[in-house]
């Protein structure tokens, strides 16, 4: 299977700007923000899309939740939006499985 562009930036062949990284997960800034604050919360696991999610991944789906609170009081923000694009029509462009952390927004 080809790298995706996020396992790339993992193994750092591709540079990106990183806000955290754990053994499950990495955190970046989107190369495009959307938002003031714009992170991608990516696993190092390369599963394409959220419709490719066994149950034994659910405990890394839980951790992604457990790492948006660390983002959260890390940055300093009282409330963020999680999104995961999901498969072409749900516009996801890049086929590894990350969730968008938005944050940022006036209140
Ligand atoms: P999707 O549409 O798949 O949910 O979101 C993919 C996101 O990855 C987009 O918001 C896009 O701006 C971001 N992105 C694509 N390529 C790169 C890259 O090389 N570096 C970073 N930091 N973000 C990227």
Redo the contacts with the bound molecule.
Sequence with gaps: MEKS?FTK?MDKE?P??FEYEDEHVIV?????P?APIHL?IIPRKPIPTLMDVQEEDLPLIGHIHRVAQKLAEKLNVKGFRLIN?CGKEG????FHI?Y?FLAGFQE
């Design positions: 562009i930036i591709i990106a700007r970046i800034h989107d190369i495009a959307k991608l694009n516009g996801q462009e890049v990350h968008h």
